[in-house]
């Protein structure tokens, strides 16, 4: 492994951890066991690791969204790549535990982010159409689908907070495993959705929690 992906890998685990505010890039020095100057002739400042870690993230999740495109819509992959996407998101989670601080502070992140919920948003629309066109969802008006995207976005931007935060909840539910969140996802949906979607889904769903 190269020092500046070592450095990289560090960070991101320092970064998740302890905090994004708490971690320094003499810190990051210290953890790996090389010279901060060391350090510095790879990533001058600590905010080009936080660059290069978001745009690590953003290449990651640009080929699990080409392949769900490229894919056609089966429930089985569908949930698939959901987990996917949601164990890519808890990987670099600092970037939204911390996203706040770090939008305000760098624009072009803000911006990504801003492109990359568009992009979220216009994949959701097209499952949903798929799912109205086959049966497997009732039909609504355009205000309400778009309502119920916006809804869904909520939550998969914020579930992560959830489960840093919350490991327990008071009901005794275990909120550390990545498919708890997608049958809360599907909890919320299942109102809209027929008795074959629901059947469709529920089954889709037993083969992931199986796998």
Known sequence: MTTKQKILDTSLQLFNN???????SKTISESIGISYGNLCY????????????????MDELDQTLLNLKGEI?????????????MNLTYKYRFLLLNGYDITLKYNDIKKKTIER????????LKISLFLIENGYMHEVNEKQ???KI????IIFNSWVIDKTVFSMLTSGIKTDHTKYYIQLLFSMISSSLTKKGIKAFAIAYERIIKS
């Open 117 to 124: 919920s568009k992009v979220y948003s216009n994949i959701i």
């Open 18 to 24: 302890d905090g994004y505010a708490n971690t320094s």
């Open 150 to 153: 916006h809804g869904l976005l």
């Open 42 to 57: 790879h990533f001058p400042k600590k905010e080009d690791i936080v660059i290069r870690l978001h745009q690590n993230f």
């Open 73 to 85: 819509f089966e429930f089985d992959f569908m949930l698939g790549s959901l987990e996917n996407m």
């Open 145 to 147: 689908l778009k309502l």
